[in-house]
């Protein structure tokens, strides 16, 4: 997606799976991120919510931030903690966002920007500027990225151009709390796992394109769900809806036929044990449902962080 909506398609799925990975149960002081979908532009392809309290007690939290933003995801999340926050204590839940373009906005709650303000201030040096955007209060927070107060505690961070368009969509209040069955597909992909769970769109535009530069196996699929939960094996779940039966059975061959040629066929990942992994995997279709589901262990866990990168490579 950041460098073209289809070429990190692989890489999202797998920043997905490697988070579901590390979902559990939500404590009991999970945080709540509900109210952050109505600073969403209703126009956003993937929405992604994530408890950091539950998260951040995993042994493998941190290799999974180092994962996303190495795949072009989670840079928010690393200019915050390079910045002094603490995302588990400070913020608690995050919801992040993507645009069919790439562009990625981070949505939190702060009880107060104060020492954010003043560590990137530190930071910046003479770079650091403050101001106001649509008279929203806004600071550099690194050289692309800003943030952007927009009332109640919440706090956006992102690019200019994601922000001038994300308050845009505030100002007419085309957000994604309003956006028509997003409800109903949040309350699925919750259903799934509360600790992490996110709803992704596919547009038609990015379907056709996918058709005629010959990858329309998967250009069937219209949306997907996703989530995560359980306490010590852990299952993540993802549920595909296809524009029909026959293009959840194309998508399901795609996938198969992709594990078999790039996975299972590399005698590099083959040794370091990813068979254990593709093993857990199980795939099925119902209508024009696509289903994946697979349940690790902790140790399983393990393995899946330290071979992600290698497989988002063969993918």
Request: glycine share 10%; proline share 3%.
């Amino acid at each position: 997606m950041s460098r073209s909506t289809y070429a990190s398609s692989t890489s999202l799925l797998a920043a997905i799976g490697l988070l579901g990975m590390l979902a559990q149960a939500p404590s009991a002081e999970a945080a709540d991120s509900d109210s952050l979908f109505s600073f969403v532009p209703s126009s956003a392809a993937v929405v992604v919510s994530t408890d950091h309290v539950t998260l951040a007690k995993h042994p493998h939290y941190l290799d999974v931030l180092r994962f996303l933003v190495s795949q072009g995801w989670g840079s928010g999340l690393e200019a915050l903690s390079s910045a002094g926050l603490d995302i588990a204590r400070d913020a608690k839940a995050t919801v992040s966002y993507r645009t069919i373009h790439g562009g990625e906005g981070l949505l939190f709650k702060l009880d107060s920007t104060e020492k954010l303000r003043k560590n990137a201030a530190a930071a910046r040096g003479a770079a650091f500027e403050s101001g106001e955007e649509d008279g929203y209060p806004t600071f550099s927070l690194t050289k692309r990225l800003g943030v952007y107060e927009l009332g109640g505690g919440v706090v956006l961070v992102a690019s200019a151009s994601i922000a001038k368009k994300a308050l845009g969509s505030l100002k007419k209040k085309k957000v994604m709390s309003k956006r028509r069955g997003f409800s109903k597909q949040a309350a699925r992909a919750r259903g799934l796992g509360a600790a992490l769970w996110g709803v992704a769109y596919v547009p038609s535009a990015l379907r056709k394109r996918m058709t005629e530069q010959g990858t329309g196996d998967v250009a069937g699929i219209e949306r997907v769900v996703f989530g995560a939960k359980g306490l010590g094996p852990t299952t993540m779940k993802l549920q595909a809806s296809a524009e029909s039966p026959a293009a959840a059975e194309a998508a399901l061959a795609a996938i198969r036929s992709k594990i078999d040629r790039k996975i299972l066929s590399s005698t590099v990942l083959k040794a370091l044990g990813v068979g254990v992994l593709v093993d857990q995997l199980k795939l099925s279709t119902k209508g024009a449902r696509l289903d994946a589901a697979m349940t690790l262990t902790a140790p399983q866990v393990g393995l899946f962080s330290r071979l992600a990168k290698r497989l988002v490579s063969a993918l």
